[in-house]
């Protein structure tokens, strides 16, 4: 297992490394110290440790280390073929107090007190990294689960030695053991870190929510993977918190803002042709601002419905176009009020799309409401409809489900531009960028349209130079199978 470790993580280190067990036969020798010794690999492993070192030091180094055996010490002699002084500084290697070998770790004589913090670093490195990380760590090599740590022992309940014996896809919940089994089934295909939120199966049965990071490490044509498991169950309990005070809050206001709307129209009604213009208008903020209170309750029950699983859509085919036509009916009274022009750019023909109508006009909605809010006097809004072959080199960028067809939407405007580090950050619930003075509003709109995206299967994002316009970009498969 020692081995395996250094097999992985023995090339990272900037100075020369070998292992060897109790035996004193070598079992890794990194690419630092073949380039320092002018050895080959093959002329190393399994031989004899001290075949190092130049015939006239082998001997007293040989004697002290007989005498200092399982102690740590640093030595000066000599390498053969490069015949440089060295200092080697020897760490013994212990599982459970077991004595299993020795690290050296090689420094030109010259280079020690340039590189001594990395000699404190390196000894003892499996203990450190390994038995006293936060999360859970696994690694899998050829396919095969070749280490894992004490942190995994407590988050899953079994020991090193069940972990071994067991199939590590009986640990996770059945909604996540395909995903997995075809990442370790495949590990060449893993070229960057991936992440997911997995549940792991505890011994005694009950579920644990955990955040998984996967590490690609390839070396010499062999890929292995390193998993990474932190558990998030509290922080899954704080949000479900957070989700149901959303809800219990969203659906008390909306009774007695209810009661208001109808005693103010009433009172509108009561009112009419007797009020002067001033009592008129008044009564419009009113309404106006009752409206806004409806809005904001409906997009918390939205978040909370969404967040909770609770919407089911209702897919059939769509024709996108006059989707986005209708919405533009919606808002025609608002961006004609600012003398906005509309270009729209849509393709002569468009299949039908897959999509849940009602739920992504609510898309289209906050994207164009957006776009009217932020643009200038006089500006424009674009809105761009592309159909994508399953070869778009932009599926395969934003990680979406390959071999389909899918539809691009864009809607740009000409407004003050969204600065870089808040583009991810916007999509959040309740992150809102002052761009505009006056714009009102609680930072719910984007993170219910990502969300509906999302159940779409599909991906949203936004460009902006920062200075001047954004263009919020959609992609949804054209058929959801």
Request: hydrophobic share 40%; glycine share 4%; with cysteine.
């Amino acid at each position: 297992m020692i081995e395996e470790f250094f097999n992985i993580f023995g090339n990272t280190f900037q100075f020369g490394l070998i292992y060897f067990d109790k035996e004193g036969r070598i079992k890794f020798v990194n690419n630092n110290f073949l380039f320092l010794s002018q050895f080959r690999q093959e002329e190393l492993i399994e031989k004899n440790w001290p075949e190092i070192i130049i015939e006239e030091d082998k001997r007293w180094v040989e004697e002290y280390f007989r005498e200092n055996k399982e102690k740590s010490f640093s030595l000066d002699f000599r390498i053969k073929r490069n015949f440089l002084p060295t200092r080697v500084f020897f760490s013994p290697v212990f599982k459970d107090k077991e004595f299993l070998g020795y690290l050296l770790s090689f420094f030109p004589i010259e280079k020690e007190k340039e590189l001594e913090k990395e000699i404190i670093i390196s000894t003892n490195i499996y203990h450190e990294i390994m038995e006293n990380a936060i999360d859970g760590i696994c690694i899998f090599k050829e396919k095969k689960l070749i280490l894992t740590n004490r942190r995994l022992e407590e988050l899953t309940g079994y020991t090193q030695e069940e972990l071994k014996n067991i199939d590590f896809l009986e640990l996770l919940s059945p909604k996540d053991k395909n995903q997995i089994k075809n990442i370790l089934d495949n590990p060449e295909s893993v070229l960057l870190p991936l992440h997911f939120e997995i549940q792991i199966i505890h011994k005694q049965k009950f579920p644990i929510d955990t955040e998984l990071r996967i590490v690609p490490i390839a070396k010499n044509g062999v890929h292995s993977l390193i998993f990474f498991f932190r558990d998030i169950t509290q922080l899954k309990e704080l949000e479900k918190l957070k989700t149901d005070y959303f809800a219990m809050v969203s659906h008390d206001l909306r009774s007695p803002l209810t009661t208001i709307k109808e005693a103010a129209a009433l009172l509108s009604e009561m009112a009419k042709g007797k009020l002067p213009k001033e009592g008129e208008r008044l009564f419009n903020i009113i309404f106006e601002e009752l409206f806004r209170l409806f809005h904001l309750i409906d997009n918390l029950i939205e978040v909370s419905r969404l967040e909770t699983g609770k919407i089911k859509l209702n897919f059939q085919p769509t024709e996108i176009q006059q989707l986005i036509n209708k919405s533009l009916t919606s808002f025609q009274i608002f961006y004609e009020k600012k003398n906005l022009r509309i270009e729209k750019k849509f393709p002569a023909y468009l299949p039908k799309v897959e999509l849940d109508p009602d739920r992504f006009s609510s898309v289209i909605n906050n994207l164009l409401d957006n776009a009217i809010k932020y643009s200038p006097e006089g500006g424009k809004i674009t809105i761009e409809i592309q159909k994508l072959e399953p070869n778009a080199k932009i599926i395969k960028e934003k990680k979406l489900k390959s071999g389909i067809p899918y539809l691009l939407i864009r809607i740009a405007d000409e407004g003050p531009g969204i600065p870089k580090e808040y583009q991810e950050k916007i999509f959040e619930k309740f992150e809102r960028v002052e761009l505009k003075p006056g714009v009102k509003g609680i930072g719910l709109g984007l993170a219910i349209v990502k969300n509906i995206i999302k159940l779409h299967k599909g991906e949203i994002w936004v460009e902006s130079n920062g200075l001047k316009g954004s263009t919020f970009n959609i992609l949804i498969p054209l058929t959801q199978k």
